[in-house]
T-cell receptor, first 110, second 114 residues
């Protein structure tokens, strides 16, 4: 069964706007990672946040983690056409498994 | 380029057949992960190896098996193939065992079972 569940399943926004994606999970984790996948390609690592961290930034990306609510969010600021992709959260669990959600499909409109 | 190499890139085979997917991890990485991605099931964790030993097992069918060789490359064997096995199979690698670090994905092997 899937661990992470991304929300929304799909998101369309205008170029330049901010995009926010959420991820919820069920069990205790060591860390949570976000990945991007362009259609039919391999997944590319974006950012890792550890269970004792609350927020992390990387360029236009901001990730938050709330372990009490078992949720994380990924914010992409000032979106660009090249950000069109699927975004996945992956939970690093205590049983050594890295489990992915079903992803959010992000479409940036020109 | 992640440095993870998967072969073949595309494969079409008939039901009941057996195929082997191959993965070369990034130089220096000791962990190898296998994932299956299909439209209806998303990205499913199959199995992880670390330095030749099985580390964690996910939703891997009994018809599937994997191993990691002394040179650290890995193979995923899929047998008695069914139509529902058609998917994109990813290999990923990392330096550390478990969930400690970033995992790097290959471009995947597209399997079509007809």
């Amino acid at each position: 069964s899937q661990q992470g569940e991304e929300d929304p399943q799909a998101l369309s926004i205008q170029e330049g706007e901010n995009a926010t994606m959420n991820c919820s999970y069920k069990t205790s984790i060591n860390n949570l990672q976000w990945y991007r996948q362009n259609s039919g390609r391999g997944l590319v690592h974006l950012i890792l946040i550890r269970s004792n961290e609350r927020e992390k930034h990387s360029g236009r990306l901001r990730v938050t983690l709330d372990t009490s609510k078992k949720s994380s969010s990924l914010l992409i600021t000032a979106s660009r056409a090249a950000d069109t992709a699927s975004y996945f959260c992956a939970t690093g669990r205590r049983d050594d498994k890295i489990i992915f959600g079903k992803g959010t499909r992000l479409h940036i409109l020109p | 380029d992640s440095g993870v190499t998967q072969t073949p890139k595309h494969l079409i085979t008939a039901t009941g057949q057996r195929v082997t997917l191959r993965c070369s991890p990034r130089s220096g990485d000791l962990s190898v992960y296998w994932y299956q991605q299909s439209l209806d099931q998303g990205l499913q964790f199959l199995i992880q190896y670390y330095n030749g030993e099985e580390r964690a097992k996910g939703n891997i069918l009994e018809r599937f098996s994997a191993q990691q060789f002394p040179d650290l490359h890995s193979e995923l064997n899929l047998s008695s193939l069914e139509l529902g096995d058609s998917a994109l199979y990813f290999c990923a690698s990392s330096v550390a065992p478990g969930t400690e670090g970033t995992i790097y994905f290959g471009e995947g092997s597209w399997l079509t079972v007809v």
